[in-house]
């Protein structure tokens, strides 16, 4: 019997952008090849130094995840809130119906992570925005294979532990696995989805076979459909180094919504957006 394998769609490549003030980010999801794989709206991996950042800019409508994989940035909003995330924590952060903050690298060295956007359903676009932190310490870890794999639940749950479940409370349902298989070339990292799912993998550091059969190599995202039955639900990523490989599977429930996007701002309809300009330009975030 041939494998349940998901449904894949296809592989990105990551490109440099440029973004914020001198920053420089690997951009997949989000970018020229895919603006949207609903309920996503960006990916970016970023690598930054002082005096680089992103300073003051708005957000309304969404929520982001900054995942920091290296070194330490601050981030600080116009209602007080923000704090300092460091290496290996999470913050998600539910814009909502609008703030302002900055983001800025703390250390002059390295400061690197991944930053997701994810989008809220038209009945949670105006709600209060809200922060949610995970302190490295704090995020549930699976190990594997002797510990030579190492799963950290960053959000939702994996299919191999019914036990661990991440502590963030998500608006939209979403699993966010971060899995390292360390010197173990050939191990084949399983994952079945629930069903009513859709997302991507992305690979931060070497290179996986996926699905036995679809090459990614390092900075590249591969995009599945959604998980319509238990007979195409599984994921399956073979390390193709003696190394490590390091990579991230995302997947969350799709929105199926219309959507309205401009920059910081999305939204549902156009007429949501300009007034999205509106309330920003009058104070009205503030």
Request: net charge negative; glycine share 10%.
């Amino acid at each position: 019997m041939a494998p349940n394998y998901i449904n894949i769609l296809q592989k990105i490549v990551g490109k440099e952008t440029s973004e914020g003030v001198g920053a420089k980010v690997i951009r997949t999801i989000g970018g020229s090849k895919i603006s949207y794989h609903d309920p996503f709206l960006l990916l970016d991996e970023f690598h930054v130094n002082k005096p680089a950042g992103f300073p003051d800019h708005p957000h309304r409508g969404f929520e982001t995840i900054t995942y920091m994989l290296d070194g330490a940035f601050e981030h600080c909003d116009n209602h007080g809130g923000g704090g300092i995330i460091n290496t290996g924590d999470i913050q998600w952060m539910t814009a909502g119906s609008g703030l302002i903050h900055s983001e800025m690298p703390v250390n002059s060295t390295n400061n690197s992570g991944l930053q997701l956007w994810v989008n809220l359903k038209a009945k949670d676009k105006m709600i209060q925005p809200k922060y949610q932190g995970l302190i490295a310490k704090e995020i549930p870890i699976l190990k594997l294979n002797d510990e030579k794999v190492i799963v950290k639940i960053i959000g939702g749950k994996s299919s191999n532990s019914n036990e661990l479940v991440s502590p963030i409370q998500l608006r939209t349902k979403v699993i966010y696995l971060d899995i390292k298989i360390q010197n173990n070339e050939n191990y084949v990292y399983r994952e079945n989805l629930p069903k009513g799912y859709q997302g991507f993998i992305y690979f931060i550091k070497g290179n996986g076979l996926v699905n036995g059969s679809l090459n990614a190599e390092e900075k590249s995202a591969v995009l599945f459909s959604e998980t319509l039955n238990e007979n195409e639900n599984l994921i399956e990523v073979e390390s193709k180094t003696n190394d490590l490989l390091h990579f991230v599977i995302i997947a969350g429930e799709p929105m199926k919504e219309p959507m309205a996007r401009y920059g910081p701002f999305v939204m549902n309809t156009q007429e949501e957006i300009r007034q999205a300009f509106v309330d920003y330009q009058t104070g009205k975030f503030d």
